[in-house]
């Protein structure tokens, strides 16, 4: 089955500055890879998604790449912000059933 | 609010004791999922249910018994629990399963603490 691992664990970056969290995946046959955030008390969130027909998308200061050669993908946050702080999860899942599988998450501080 | 509400939020519960846990979505969604959320440990896939029906046990122990009387409803019933039961337990909906998944809304979780 599919297996997603997740780099850093932590992240501490100071505001203003880029984070980059990176992911890879086992199973070549997925195709869609979301990125969730989960802030304290809350249950994770959707905040951007790409399929593998397409290597990058952005949304404001959030963008997501993919390599579907190296079966790997990252979030990159530009001009980070207090609001930023909260844990990271990446996954992936495929046509084939019904399963989406998480990476570990990442926990990212922002730094004053 | 992301339109999926669990309750309760909190429950510390004996090894001996039976509970449920429940989730109500209003997003008109046909597929429920339980999660498991462990301190570092990935999301835990437990269960899947499409248009009322299991689509996805993921080796759950049957001391976790699921319950899905419609689509917007889900719960889960805890009994004989064991301390390292204690975690975050994520309720999620989304439109379909499979090709169909799109995005999962996940309600607040409930905490539980197996005494």
């Known amino acids: 089955g599919e297996n997603v691992e997740q780099h850093p664990s932590t992240l501490s970056v100071q505001e203003g500055d880029s984070a980059v969290i990176k992911c890879t995946y086992s199973d070549s046959a997925s195709n869609y890879f979301p990125w969730y955030k989960q802030e304290l008390g809350k249950g994770p969130q959707l905040i951007i998604d790409?399929?593998?027909?397409?290597g990058e998308k952005k949304d404001q200061r959030i963008a997501v790449t993919l390599n579907k050669t190296a079966k790997h993908f990252s979030l990159h946050i530009t001009e980070t912000q207090p609001e930023d702080s909260a844990v990271y999860f990446c996954?992936?899942?495929?046509?084939?059933?019904?399963?989406?599988?998480f990476g570990k998450g990442t926990r990212l501080h922002i730094l004053p | 609010e992301t339109g999926v509400t669990q309750t309760p939020r909190h429950l510390v519960m004996g090894m001996t004791n039976k509970k449920s846990l429940k989730c109500e979505q209003h997003l008109g969604h046909n597929a429920m999922y339980w999660y498991k959320q462990s301190a570092k440990k990935p999301l835990e896939l437990m269960f899947v249910?499409?248009?009322?029906?299991?689509?996805e046990n993921n080796s759950v122990p049957s001391r976790f018994s699921p319950e899905c009387p419609n689509s917007s409803h889900l719960f889960l019933h805890l009994h004989t629990l064991q301390p390292e039961d204690s975690a975050l337990y994520l309720c999620?909906?989304?439109?379909?399963?499979?090709?169909?998944?799109?995005?999962?809304?996940f309600g607040e979780g409930s905490r539980l603490t197996v005494l």
């Open positions: 790409i399929r593998s027909n397409v």
């Open positions: 249910y499409n248009f009322k029906e299991q689509t």
């Open positions: 996954a992936a899942s495929g046509n084939r059933d019904d399963k989406i599988i």
């Open positions: 999620a909906s989304s439109p379909g399963t499979g090709a169909n998944t799109g995005e999962l809304f």
